[in-house]
T-cell receptor
Framework: DSGVTQTPKHLITATGQRVTLRCSPR?????VYWYQQSLDQGLQFLIQ???????AKGNILERFSAQQFPDLHSELNLSSLELGDSALYFC????????????????FGPGTRLLVL | SQELEQSPQSLIVQEGKNLTINCTSS?????LYWYKQKYGEGLIFLMM?????EEKSHEKITAKLDEKKQQSSLHITASQPSHAGIYLC???????????FGTGTSLTVIP
């Protein structure tokens, strides 16, 4: 058990809908990272938040957004869902955000499996 | 991810055999991480390498980072069924503000 929790575990929705995925980092970790894992794209970095502020951005679509709240939990919002958004969404947390690099050991949650029909 | 090339894509070995998985980047890296993922589950952190030439071991798994910090290998000695899963390397290059993962190596260990 990494100490990172994600809810829900599974999510089934329809195209065009909007969903929110939630992540609670390990106690004491200030950074939260979001990743998307699909069969064709592999594991892709979406976005990182550090202590409430956006720290780094990866291959995140404009239809997706995230935020980190004062209690450090984070939410990933996916809107106007398409079939291709079906994937495993992971969040990870680390102690710091790193001013120079993202090189911090990241601890991953169990993931949210999203299926868009 | 094209930033990190991982090989082989899959590996089937007999229990007790040794094996090596490689991870190569075209860019110099700040750090190189190895993770293990059981099918459909989260990633489990194995090791982090940050210095050129560094080598770390944990139980029967050894990881090395080359001097140029562009290539890493993960070696498993005397493999066991519990080693089965997907091994992923992850890294962030010195230039840019991104974190990449390799495409993964699926390991099957036959008892």
């Amino acid at each position: 058990d990494s100490g990172v929790t994600q809810t829900p575990k599974h999510l089934i929705t329809a195209t065009g809908q909007r969903v929110t995925l939630r992540c609670s980092p390990r106690s004491g970790d200030l950074s939260v990272y979001w990743y998307q894992q699909s069969l064709d794209q592999g594991l892709q970095f979406l976005i990182q938040y550090y202590n409430g502020e956006e720290r780094a951005k990866g291959n995140i679509l404009e239809r997706f957004s995230a935020q980190q709240f004062p209690d450090l939990h984070s939410e990933l919002n996916l809107s106007s869902l398409e079939l291709g958004d079906s994937a495993l969404y992971f969040c990870a947390s680390s102690v710091a955000g790193g001013p120079v690099s993202l090189s911090e050991t990241q601890y991953f949650g169990p993931g949210t499996r999203l299926l868009v029909l | 991810s094209q930033e990190l090339e991982q090989s082989p894509q899959s590996l089937i070995v007999q229990e007790g055999k040794n094996l090596t998985i490689n991870c190569t980047s075209s860019k110099t890296l700040y750090g190189l991480y190895w993770y293990k993922q059981k099918y459909g589950e989260g990633l489990i952190f194995l090791m982090m390498l940050q210095k050129g030439g560094e080598e770390k071991s944990h139980e029967k798994i050894t990881a090395k980072l080359d001097e140029k910090k562009q290539q890493s290998s993960l070696h498993i000695t005397a493999s066991q069924p519990s080693h089965a899963g997907i091994y992923l390397c992850g890294a962030d290059p010195v230039t840019g503000n991104q974190f990449y993962f390799g495409t993964g190596t699926s390991l099957t260990v036959i008892p």
